[in-house]
């Protein structure tokens, strides 16, 4: 499942809790914000899920700001 987001709130807590009770195998979230990730990645681990693995990724190296992806897999 990928899910694409254009605002830097993070998933709103309906959407979390539709992830949770699709009960998919794996999940890959990017994420824009460090903060706002780990915030939805309490809600994932708290619903079943674990991280597999995370890179940053530096778009922009002239700036402060990295993307984050996550796998997070159904334990």
């Not at 309906?14 to 990017?30: D, F, G, K, N, P």
């Not at 914000?33 to 991280?51: S, V």
Request: glycine residues 6%; hydrophobic residues 40%.
């Amino acid at each position: 499942m990928l899910l694409s987001l254009t605002r830097r709130g993070g998933c709103e807590q309906s959407l979390l809790q539709a992830i949770l009770q699709a009960r998919h195998a794996r999940l890959v979230y990017v994420s824009c914000n460090p903060a706002t990730l780990a915030k939805d990645c309490e809600t994932l681990l708290r619903g079943g899920y674990q991280i597999e693995w995370v890179q940053p990724v530096n778009m922009f190296p002239q700036m402060t700001h990295v993307e984050c992806c996550v796998l997070l897999v159904r334990k």
